[in-house]
Nanobody, 134 residues
Framework: ELRVMESGGGSVQAGGSLRLSCTAQSPMVNFDGAGVAWYRQVPGDECELVSSFSTEGSVYYSDSVKGRFIISQDNGKNWVYLQMDNLKPEDSAVYYC??????????????????????????WGRGTLVTVSS
């Protein structure tokens, strides 16, 4: 069931910036009580957890994006953002917003471009494409 939706992808030159946005979809009202993550995948390759925050507020960044990306949300918890600065060609991928509400579910899988992606987040958006050219 589609309960999140992401947007904000596009094409940029290396060194540029993009901000991705994710919003909760009905029947969910907002991200209160949710753990939210941004994944990315080059189609056909393994997925990568880029950034996330837990229901307790702990924040994670992959080593490849530390210092360049920031995950955040608005005060009403209606939106989750991924600010991406100093983009590199290797950041090019389809970016997915994913979430779970309440206690973390057991680890499951989602099929992305025919590749199984392991995740504790059970609700996923359709993805938004980011292309960084050199």
């Amino acid at each position: 069931e589609l309960r999140v939706m992401e947007s904000g992808g596009g094409s940029v030159q290396a060194g540029g910036s993009l901000r991705l946005s994710c919003t909760a979809q009905s029947p969910m009202v907002n991200f209160d009580g949710a753990g939210v993550a941004w994944y990315r995948q080059v189609p056909g390759d393994e997925c990568e957890l880029v950034s996330s925050f837990s229901t307790e507020g702990s924040v994670y960044y992959s080593d490849s994006v530390k210092g360049r990306f920031i995950i955040s949300q608005d005060n009403g918890k209606n939106w989750v953002y991924l600010q991406m600065d100093n983009l590199k060609p290797e950041d090019s991928a389809v970016y997915y917003c994913a979430a779970h509400w309440g206690p973390s579910p057991t680890i499951g899988t989602v099929q992305l471009s025919g590749v199984s992606c392991a995740s504790k987040h059970n609700y996923w958006g359709r993805g938004t494409l980011v292309t960084v050219s050199s």
